[in-house]
């Protein structure tokens, strides 16, 4: 009983995701088949039994109980339905089958469009509100041990200078986990110790994903500057933006994260810290020479030191830093470019997930997740904020574009394949066959989603 009422918050979430890809799917469908001239019988969103309902001219909008799908009933198509009653008649010049083949596929696949252009919107949209944030990919990396990065040799400290062939510093932000997931095989080039290194990660990387909590396991976390607190003792050393730090106190510092037990080292007292500055702060193009504090000492070429003392803030001492994060603002035209590329990489990553597992290369159980695990997902993200949650609602739109796409009847791209096949033989797969394969269609779904809901309970 717990375990239900604990799920409950999950699921107000997920249906409103659910409703939204749904609504977006059907209203593809109905778009095209009221452009064509078509009859559009019904609007399902949901299935049976029926919440309420309304007609309007020919068409009755439903909000179905069953959050599972929708449909739009078009006259003259075997469809969820299974209506043949005037199948066996000349069609009517508003029926699906009056209109020419191009037609029908372009209905068939006006779901599946209108679900990567969702998709694309959601993108284009969080381009342009929120912009994209990213430590730089430079310097070495932190690797966790129980993941599958340290599984593939890469270590904490290792310098990545190459992923599948592209330089590491193309591949900020996103792309080394899109890299990751898109390789097959995944290479990794690495300097340790002044030794190359070449790293081939395992052939069921989405497996390994899966079952280490989703994370490839390596974070560029170099100590570079970002922001400097006004009046504080980073400010008054002469700190600037894309200074890296290398010493404080006794410490070596790699990592950001080493500045904050370094500083707790010095017990407030005053220390020596070093950092490296690149040659490109002191001078621009249209101006002079930045003029270095005083009390900054060269110590070897872009090497600087500095004497200083950290300020107490609680248990802690601070200097008034924060970490360097690369930050894109995008206007509205970069934020297309962006988003419609975002799109096309995202729905290659779901197709190639899909590929993956179909050919046996990574688990089918690990990786497929249904109504519960969708559930899950959705109110984390929720909780996360209005970003994430945009975000899996566009990564589950492609992934509905997709499995609708797939030649399995009852779904958009089994019609497809009836189309294709009139469309070259110039005749209508019979009747009766259509109605065989639709049912076992239907049961083959119905079966999947049975196994899916109890491997999601069986993962929870």
């Known amino acids: 009983m717990d375990a239900i009422l604990n799920f409950l918050p999950y699921i107000g979430w997920v249906l409103l995701a659910i409703m939204i890809l749904v609504f977006i799917h059907e209203l593809g469908h109905y778009l ?33 109980l069953t959050p599972l799908g929708g449909y739009v009933k078009i006259a003259g198509m075997v469809d969820e339905s299974m209506d043949t009653d005037n199948l066996e008649s000349e069609p009517k010049p508003h029926d699906f089958r009056a209109k020419p083949v191009w037609q029908r596929m372009l209905v068939m696949t006006g779901g599946v469009l209108f679900n990567i252009i969702l998709a694309a919107i959601i993108f284009i ?57 898109l390789a097959n095989p995944l290479i990794i080039d690495l300097e340790r110790e002044g030794e190359l290194i070449r790293l081939e990660g395992p052939v069921d990387m989405m497996t390994r994903l899966s079952t280490s909590g989703g994370t490839f396991g390596i974070n560029f976390s170099a100590a570079l500057v970002g922001v400097i607190v006004e009046d504080s003792p980073a400010e008054a050393a002469g700190l600037m933006r894309g200074d890296q730090i290398v010493l404080v106190g006794d410490s070596v510092i790699t990592y950001f994260e080493d500045i904050e037990p370094a500083l707790l080292a010095t017990n407030g007292s005053s220390f020596l810290m070093r950092f490296v500055r690149s040659d490109t702060v002191f001078t621009s193009v249209s101006g002079p020479a930045v003029r270095l504090p005083d009390s900054l000492q060269i110590v070897d070429g872009t090497i600087f030191e500095v004497s200083m003392t950290a300020d107490r803030s609680n248990d802690q001492f601070v200097m008034g830093i924060f970490q360097m994060f690369r930050f894109n603002r995008y206007g509205f035209g970069q934020a297309i470019v962006s988003g419609v590329g975002e799109t096309f990489v995202n729905t290659r990553l779901v197709a190639a997930s899909l590929k993956r597992i179909f050919v046996g290369q990574d688990s089918f159980r690990q990786n497929i997740g249904g109504p519960v695990m969708i559930a899950k997902a959705t109110k984390e993200a929720a909780d996360a904020g209005a970003r994430y949650f945009w975000g899996i609602v566009a990564m589950l739109s492609i992934t509905l574009a997709i499995i609708n796409i797939l030649p399995i009847p009852a779904l958009d791209g089994g019609h497809l394949v009836f189309l294709i096949y009139e469309g070259i033989v110039r005749k209508e797969p019979p009747l009766k066959l259509r109605m065989i394969l639709q049912q076992v269609g239907m049961v083959i779904l119905l079966a999947f989603m049975v196994f899916v809901i109890f491997n999601d309970l069986l993962k929870l």
């Open 32 to 64: 095209f088949a009221k452009l064509f001239g078509m009859k559009v019988e019904k609007f399902s969103v949901g299935f049976p039994p029926k919440i309420i309902g309304k007609k309007i001219g020919e068409t009755e909008y439903v909000l179905g």
């Open 125 to 181: 949209t969080m381009k342009v509100v929120y912009g994209e944030s990213y430590p730089p990919a430079v310097g070495a990396v932190m690797v966790s041990e129980a993941s599958v990065a340290h599984d593939m040799g890469l270590r904490t400290g290792d310098l990545i200078t190459g992923v599948n062939g592209k330089p590491v510093e193309a591949l900020e932000g996103l792309g080394v986990m899109e890299e990751v997931l």
